[in-house]
């Protein structure tokens, strides 16, 4: 039997015993039994640990996907504590034979179970385990931004609105009373943007949180948050509440009396052409209705709502040339960019850049693109051990694009870049064909060693929309002058400059934005073992030197990988305080109606 090590004191000395031994001191029943839970919950903590004995006989299965997508579990303890899931377990079969397990798919049993993640449903399965609540995974409710206090930034939101959607799925009622006041106080909390108490809204209304919904509205209606926002994100009823609540409160600050009924009606029309990624329509009817793309705030409805090549599309309109100004501020006083880094996506930050959206300007709370970004992203996801030749989280990328802007501005190098790029890659050589062969290997060779940010910078450059000649091996080189019987002379050529302008554009865009990883590609590229072609040719020894010359390049590659994921770390607590440049500063070069769930 084991012999517990616990020993209790008292501030006053106990009367001498009449026993010459002395007698133990003895533990209350109430103590041994805290002691007792407390080793029970420990060990039964430990069967949700993935790297523990693995004796589990049923799956969760999660809608995030990957390696982190299932969840093992005991039916016996869940059974036992969850009526939600003897009911549930009761009714499922597999074959036991066939190494089949029992599976409950969340999206399928709880509602807004598609927004539950790894680290929010394993405390709440630890709950029923242990009766204890454990606090989240390390990284998981913080953001990257060092000077946030982490107390409610978006991920610590995000983490108690998934944990309250699986209390309530799961039909426990005291976390779900908990999690609610949590909620609450974020809500209350005047440092909480009202961008990141729509996700609030969204679980308040779907697990029937009334008093928390209430309060939503209250907050959300007296903010000067953009009705068209709103309308996008928030559930039909609750719109219709918070529309109505804010006429009530300030009739006259309402977009549609500002801009008239006719004019509103005009730019939904717009957006919903739009959304339909239907640009060409979207053009005619700015054409017909005599709004610009600056009044119908149409790079900003694309930024935040629609695919990239919608973005791409509508900022070539004439109309975007002439007189569309990227860094417009819309009602809620956000740019294009800030809407753009709100979404996190890379190519539409990417596009927006480089048509000369400032990284500079701020929203009226004091927030910059970068600062957006960071305080959405959790430190988990941009933490997490990076392998070469995987594609990164977007951000991740998101961030770093960011980063290199501000430093690119703030010096203002652009004609610098343009010489350097010109002397370190060999783009005017004599010869057209040597040059695009050139520049395909580059790519080839970006394509494998960094995928995320090749891909990026070549839907940016439209290289990806243009023919590959040859990859790389010089052995595809007759591919350049293969004949086709249904082009002209000047047909083949325009295609073959288009491929090349794309190329070019695609190595200057890695430079800008990806300088480490280029710096050693143009060390590399001019030696001849970088060629596959040359790989393979020769004796066997010297087939060996080059290969082994290759490996040194691999690993020169991954070194500089890392190097530019430092920088962005490094950068970061400057970045903030880093001058806006006050010269202007020339640059380079569907998503149908979202769900009203949280993203």
Known sequence: METSTVTFSSSSSPP???????????AAPADLDAISLGRLSGNLERLLDPTFFNCTDADVVLATGGDDAVVGVHRCILAARSNFFLAHFSSLTADPAAGEKPRLVLTELVPGGRHIGRDAIVPVLGYLYTGLLKPPPQGAAVCVDDQCSHQACRPAIDFVVESTYAASGFKIP?????????????????????????????????????????????????????????????????????????????????????????????????????????????????????ITLDGALAIHHAAAYCEPKVLAQILKLKSASDSANVNLKNGSGYTPLHMACMRREPQIILSLTEKGASVQEKTRDGRDALTICKRLTREKDCNSKLEKGKERSKAYLCIDILEQEIKRTSFVLERQLSDEVSVAMPLLADNFHTRLLTLENRVAFARIFFPSEAKLVMRIAQADSTQEFAGLSSANFSKLKDVNLNETPIMQSNRLRERLDALMKTVELGRKYFPHCSDVLDKFLIEESTDLFFLESGTAEDQHTRRMRFSELKDEVNKAFNKDKAAIGSSSTSSSSLPRADGKVRHGNKKARPSRQHQ
Do not use: W
């Open 174 to 290: 005291e976390l779900v009373s908990l999690f609610q006041r949590r909620l609450s106080d974020f809500v209350n909390r005047a440092l909480v943007v009202v961008e990141d108490i729509v996700p609030i809204v969204l679980v308040a209304s779907t697990c029937q949180l009334t008093d928390l919904l209430s309060q939503c509205i209250q907050r959300v209606a007296h903010s000067s948050v953009d009705s068209r926002y709103l309308e996008k994100e928030l559930p039909d009823e609750t719109f219709a509440k918070v529309m109505e609540l804010r006429q009530y409160l300030s009739p006259r600050e309402s977009d549609e009396f500002i801009l008239g009924p006719e004019h509103a009606k005009k730019v939904r029309k717009i957006h919903k052409a739009l959304d339909c990624d239907d640009v060409d329509l979207a053009n005619l009817l700015l054409e017909e209705s005599g």
């Open 16 to 26: 001498p015993s009449p026993s010459p031994s002395p007698s133990r001191p003895q």
